[in-house]
């Protein structure tokens, strides 16, 4: 781990903490690195079931550091390709691999890569003075975090190109209204409510929470007979399960009380 990510795990939920306000969270490799394991950890431990994302002071994350990526600015192509397949992109992979909640909460500026990060997130929500902005056009880049294929799938193909082409800011009750964020809480709020929410996802039963995220996904990948096939499969199994048995009698004993 690194003094820059922090990563915690209390009452079933993982806190991943951007800690690097001095640089708006910029990340830099070694942040990159413990990200992934932390998200790898989240995935093994079965003490996290609901994972939460933040960052430390103003900013959620500004992206990748330009001030480290200017040392790099004379690599080859291949150079280049390689440190953002192999270090970078693993983050999205990793979260393809988690099938556990993953939320993130947004507490300021999320640029570039930073928005593309809450992006490959679940679900989403914001403080009030969060803003969102994809910079990649500012410095001459492409989206390479992912967010070209995030963004399309919550706003439509039309709307992330005026985000990537203009690099314009949006606020964050814009951002709740084209489909960004889930909703909007005061700053003073949001890390508490975003905690309550985690803890009540946490009490789920963990398996029925994996299998709606996977019908969810896979939903989004297929066609309707396949995804009724799959979701199928899966009410089989969680219906086997004690966790649904002792819902269903719970339920029956309070409706017997009136």
Sequence with gaps: MTDNLKFSVTDGIGLITLARPERMNAFTFEMIDAWREALEESRR?????VVVVTGEGKAFCSGGDIIEMGDRLEQEPRQRKAELFERV???PLTLEDLDKPVIA???GAATGAGM??????DIRYAARSARFAE?????GLVPGAGGAHFLPRLV???KALELFWTGDFINAEEAKRIGIVNEVFDDAELMDKVLGIAAR???APPLTLKMIKRAVYQGLRSDLRTSLDLISSHYA????TEEHRAAVRKFIERTKKG
Excluded: F, H, P
């Design 45 to 49: 431990s079965d003490a996290v079931k």
């Design 89 to 91: 992109e693993r983050i």
């Design 105 to 107: 909460a947004v507490n």
């Design 116 to 121: 593309d990060m809450a992006l490959m997130c």
């Design 135 to 139: 910079t990649y056009v500012n410095v």
């Design 156 to 158: 439509g193909a039309a």
């Design 201 to 203: 996802i946490a009490k």
């Design 237 to 240: 199994v969680v219906t086997s």
